[in-house]
């Protein structure tokens, strides 16, 4: 609906016939004429405009910093090359982009993907769209890309990056998560939805998983890889991401003796340090705490202190233990703020059990069945259960029928089980790192 608006600009009064449209349910202005100064138009009854001129607010700055980003890169022609569909209308590859830049700009359905394009820098850089762009497209020119041929763009793409943008990749982060479905693989023969062991507690539904390996450096990926929701981290780990990082790496003619990756316990395995080592691959990997009983229980004094980068205030200490059939370095780090906080957390919950236990004999200590101490240590005992029985003490006096209960809890016990806090355990083949940088 077109409708009269009023600005003010230089101390004077402007009008302006303008039509607005929605985007995402915001309204966006689609076009406006300058009427001329408001003073001018009641004096002399004239509009002044040039009923041809039109004018149109485009979207510019992200889309067109992506749309760079995707020239240098060649991701078009790297995609059209590896489809090999011949050249009629738009092209996969510009099918690909215009969805890429959307789903990091302003993500909608393929239904709305035309209008939204129209009301960008990409419509001048593409003007004869037109009505071809349609979820019908998509799907059109979806199905020419197969696995094969995304891991032969993946593969371009990942040269490219580091021709032209000069990415490191010889610092890798490796993670994997999962993400719940709507999916009912029994009734649509699914193999990739699965139950497993979801990441948000969403037990009930179907799971994907998705690994990543990327850059230290700004973060850029290097290797993703979608698989079932049932296949357990480090089976995943072991049996497909390294040898397809190898295979990586080697289209990018880079040797593992080149490659640091860092990883999560969650992922180790003997197998996984087999490939890692007869490969040459440097790593740091957080170990598990039970592997580490005698280490836990260091003192606080024992760890030389360093502030990081991001501020935070650590302690480590180098050691070495055999793992996995090697002798290898592990650096201890200690976390001050992490153990003053679980040791917080454990002094409330002594203090909560020992009220619990107060509170429950208040009015029943001496009667009936409480009249027997016998059955007054074994309350107590469930109560605290096995985790906590030696950090409270409850003490029982008096003869039967006449008995006096005293709960506390034990300092030295409390104070023992809190040293073992705040201190985690990094394995790592780079000798050649001091320990703070390791940490």
């Not at 040797?255 to 003997?270: A, C, H, I, M, Q």
């Not at 002594?350 to 101490?373: G, M, S, T, Y």
Request: net charge positive; charged share 25%; hydrophobic share 40%.
């Amino acid at each position: 609906m077109v409708f009269l608006a009023k600005d003010h600009k230089g101390g004077r009064t402007y009008l302006y016939l303008r039509e607005n449209h929605r985007v995402n349910g915001k309204p966006v202005r689609k076009w406006q004429i300058k009427l001329g100064s408001e003073e001018d138009i009641k004096v002399s009854g004239e509009v002044a405009s040039d009923r041809k001129v039109r004018t149109k607010s485009i979207e510019f700055g992200l889309v067109a910093a992506l749309l760079r980003g995707a020239e240098k890169l060649g991701l078009v022609e790297v995609i059209n090359r590896a489809a090999g569909k011949r050249a009629q209308g738009l092209s996969v590859g510009e099918h690909v982009l215009f969805a890429a830049i959307n789903r990091c700009v302003q993500p909608v359905s393929k239904k709305q993907l035309r209008e939204w394009l129209e009301s960008t820098i990409l419509q001048k850089v593409y003007p004869s769209v037109g009505l071809n762009l349609n979820s019908c497209s998509y799907w059109g020119h979806f199905r020419y890309l197969t696995d094969k041929v995304i891991e032969r763009v993946e593969d371009a793409v990942t040269r490219a990056v580091v021709e032209q943008f000069g990415v490191h990749y010889e610092d890798l982060m490796f993670d994997p998560t999962n993400f719940f479905t709507y999916i009912n693989s029994r009734k649509d023969n699914q193999t990739l939805p699965s139950h497993g062991h979801p990441k948000d507690g969403k037990a009930v539904l179907n799971l994907v998983n998705v690994s990543l390996f990327c850059a230290l450096d700004a973060g850029v990926p290097l290797l993703y890889l979608v698989y079932p929701g049932n296949v357990q981290d480090a089976s995943h780990f072991k049996n497909t991401a390294l040898p397809r990082l190898k295979q990586r790496l080697e289209g990018l003619g880079m040797p593992g003796t080149r490659v640091t990756l860092t990883f999560d316990k969650g992922n180790l395995s003997e197998d996984a340090f087999t490939f890692i080592d007869a490969e040459g691959f440097d790593y740091i990997a957080s170990d598990r705490p039970t592997s580490h009983k005698d280490l836990k229980s260091l003192p606080p004094e024992s760890f030389a202190m360093f502030v990081l980068p991001n501020g935070k205030e650590v302690g480590v200490m180098d050691t070495w233990a055999e793992k996995y059939g090697k002798t290898r370095r592990f650096v201890v780090v200690y976390n001050p703020a992490e153990a003053a906080w679980k040791r917080k957390n454990l002094e409330a919950k002594v203090q909560k059990l020992a009220c619990k236990i107060e509170v429950f004999f208040q009015d029943r200590l001496n009667n009936k069945q409480w009249a027997d101490p016998a059955k007054v240590r074994a309350k107590c005992a469930k109560v605290l259960k096995k985790k906590f029985a030696p950090l409270v003490a409850a003490e029982i006096s008096g003869e039967a029928g006449a008995l006096t209960l005293s709960v506390a809890p034990v300092a030295e016990a409390v104070d023992a089980a809190a040293q073992m806090y705040g201190k985690s355990f990094l394995m790592t083949s780079r000798e050649d790192l001091p320990a703070v940088d390791v940490a």
